[in-house]
Each structure stands twice: as C-alpha cells, then as structure tokens.
C-alpha cells in the first residue's frame, strides 16, 4: 500500500502539468472526503474493534446514500493499529502525510487514543475518540472529544455506580481491594476507584497493578483474598478479564461484590464463553436492551448491525462497542453538514456547543470533551446458564443494578449469594 501511494506521487509529478490538474489538484466534487483512522483488528481488542469498524461501514454506507457530505461521498481509510499502542504515532503520520485523508477519527479504547494526541495536538487536527478513559485529563486539547458517557469527571465515573449499590448495602463494607494492568486505561481508572474509595470512607487494603502480559492470574487473586476485603475492584482488558474471573472461580474466592471495571464481561463472544462463572460479578456498561434505553433508531441501527455480524465474525449482538462507533461518526457528520466545512477549528467550535442526535441518544459535550452528562450502567450477572449467546439477548441473565433510572433488577448481595 505505502508503495503504490509513493509510486502514484511520483507519477503525478512527472505526468505534467495536465495530469497533475487532473489526478492531484485541488478536490473536486468527485473526490471523496477520506476520513483516517487506526482501529484494532487483531491482538486483545480486536473483537471490539471488529464490531466498531463494522458499525463505522455502516454509518459510511448510510451517509453516502443520502449524497455522502458536502456534495462528496465519504471514505473511511484505516489500518489496524494490532492492540499495539506503539503502532498508532506511525498510523496517524502516514495517513496524514501520505494518504493526505481530510479529517482524522480516533480508534478504540484509551490505550489505543493516548499515543494519537500528540499527532492530533501537533497538527491541530480535530479527533473524536471512542471508549476512552479521560484520555483529555493530562492535555487538555480543545479540538479532543469522548464518545464514551462518562461525564465531565470522567476517571471516577465508570465505578461510581458501583460504590452506590455496595454503600446501600446492610451492612455497609469497610474495605476494597483495587488491582489492574499496568497499561493508561486501568491507570486512569485505578485512580478513579479511589477516589470514589475515599469519598465513602472505605479503607484500601491492596492496590496493585500487574504487566499487561500477565495469563496466570490466581496467584494475584490468592495475595488480593489474603487481605481479605469486602469489595474488590478490577481495572482490566478483555483478555485479563477473562482470566481474572477463571482465577477467582478457580480459588474460590468470595468477597462481598466484586468487578467493576472490567473491560471485556461486555462483549456478547466473552459473556458466552465465561458462562456461568460471570454469576455475581457487578461491572460497567453503556447500553443495554432495557426499556429506558431503547429508540426506534437503535432498533433500527441494531437490526441492520446484526443481519450482517455473523458473516463478518463480529460480535452477535454489537450492544458495546457498535452503536457508539455509529453515534461517534453521526457527531462528525452532522458537524460537517452543518459548519459546511471541513476545517478542524470550525468543526471542534460547533461541536463543542451544539447537541447531536444519534442512535446512543442525544449528546452534548462539555469540560474536557467529554460527555456534558454521565451514562454509565451497572450491571450483575445473573442466572446465566451454559454458553448460549441467545440468554443475553434480553435482560435475563444482565440486570442493570444503577443508576436507578434504568434498573431492571435488584443486586444479589453478597457476591456468595449470587453463587448458589
């Protein structure tokens, strides 16, 4: 790719003046607007990053058939970034540099978001990023924005519902064990456990991280029981996720409730796979086929995302990642169509003040880029039996515990409970 993108330079300068008038001039109304993007399409994200870049074609597919933006049809250019946050500095400066895309998009999840900001930043590029965790904390780039409902306080969001249900408990816990990898996203949030820890008053008896390489997980559950804490927050990836919740099956591990951010328990293939270990866990998600949360453009975005997930190996249902990549490009759109620009400057002004109708709901964005309000659910799995992906297509075997708004169920408390 990078060959023929050199070779066709090279053609266009020695062709001549005509043929550069014609193959590498200015736009026209024929050329599409490219948008750039590095996504991951193997390694430990992939099956979230599969199922967004499915939902992005979709969105590409229904903006071009309602005459694309500006007058052009839209094209997605994108690489897979591998999981690997080392690739994407490389990915962001060749699709700038090289394939020369009109605007940039952010690929999938904190990790992958943190090494594209200095290219954003240096070039004063706009970027919408999709699940990222305060990604904007430490630079505070105006023309940044979070597809991700975690609110203007954005670290402790994703576990604030969980300390809600566990301090509404009789009696209430007195301690909390905190553990995750040693990567930006479980930093970000680790720091936000506990902050939510102290606001409660509760007492941290472990605080560990371990290497993101890290597939032998029962000797840090057994160190984490040996302090013996009430609650137990996990910050981890999905293939950490997994392993985590083997390990504490496998050790018979029962505090009072545990999980709340872990990155993984949301994908449909996880769920299924995990069985009925998931029982009791208590974690975060974004949506969920509850009543509160459905819209006919959800509906209709989903029946369309699930017609086609099976023959392209993406999550079956798409609840996580997929709408949210659909709504982070339905945000750009509506921007582009409504500044008439593809200007970055004038594109982050209107973002920043206007509100976005798109199939996750409406979303206005405040401090930071984030989300103006928070959305962020707790879920516990219950009642799941044998590996079926059909027993999550309802709310059966995944109640909503909060926010109150959505709850479809009551929490199993303690986590032993959920167990029998």
């Keep these: 790719m990078l060959h023929h993108l050199l070779s066709r330079s090279i053609a266009c300068v020695a062709a001549g003046i005509v043929a550069t008038a014609v193959a590498c001039g200015p736009a026209t109304a024929a050329d599409p607007i490219r ?12 099956a979230n990053g599969k199922s967004a870049l499915m939902a992005m074609k979709i969105w590409e597919e229904d903006i071009n058939a309602k005459g694309g933006l500006l007058g052009r049809p839209v094209k997605l250019v994108y690489y897979d970034d591998q999981s690997n946050p080392s690739t994407v500095p490389g990915i962001y400066t060749k699709i700038l540099d090289i394939d020369k895309v009109d605007l940039i998009m952010g690929g999938y999840a904190t990790n992958m978001l943190a090494p594209a900001m200095p290219i954003a930043i240096q070039r004063k590029r706009l970027l919408i990023g999709l699940f990222g965790t305060a990604v904007n904390s430490e630079f505070n780039y105006p023309r940044y924005f979070a597809m991700i409902p975690l609110g203007p306080e954005a670290k402790p969001a994703l576990t604030k519902g969980f300390f809600d249900v566990a301090m509404a408990q009789n009696p209430k816990p007195e301690t909390i064990a905190i553990v995750g990898a040693n990567a930006e996203a479980s930093h970000n949030n680790s720091e936000g456990v506990r902050e939510n820890a102290k606001a409660v008053g509760l ?4 605080d560990q991280t371990y290497p993101p390489t890290t597939t032998d997980f029962a000797p840090i559950v057994r160190a984490i029981r040996a302090t013996n804490p009430d609650l137990v927050v996990i910050c981890s990836y999905p293939l950490d996720s997994v392993g985590m919740v083997r390990a504490v099956n496998e050790v018979g591990f029962k505090p009072k409730m545990i999980g709340g951010c872990m990155v993984g328990p ?3 293939v996880l769920k299924a796979q995990l069985g009925s270990l998931l029982n009791g866990f208590v974690n975060y998600d974004f949506w969920l086929p509850v009543k509160a949360m459905q819209t006919p453009d959800m509906s209709n975005f989903l029946k369309r995302y699930q017609a086609r ?25 509506q921007a582009v169509d409504a500044t008439k620009s593809l200007d970055d400057d004038k594109l982050a002004d209107y973002i920043r003040s206007a509100t ?22 707790q879920v516990q799995y219950q009642n799941i039996t044998g590996n079926s992906v059909d027993q999550f297509k309802d709310m059966s075997a995944q109640v909503i515990v909060a926010p109150a708004e959505y709850r479809s169920g009551n929490v199993i408390y303690p986590y032993a409970d959920a167990k029998k």
Excluded: C, H, M, N
Aim: zero cysteines; aromatic letters at 16%.
């Design 35 to 46: 948008i750039g993007f590095g996504i991951s399409l193997t390694g430990p994200l992939a």
């Design 203 to 206: 007492k941290i008896v472990y």
């Design 309 to 333: 997930a099976q023959a392209e190996g993406v999550d079956p249902l798409g609840y996580y990642a997929p709408p949210f990549a659909y709504a982070y490009l339905q945000v750009l759109g």
């Design 356 to 377: 976005f109708t798109t199939v996750v709901g409406d979303v206005k964005f405040g401090r930071g880029g984030e989300w103006a309000q928070p959305r962020v659910l």
């Design 266 to 268: 949301q994908t449909t």
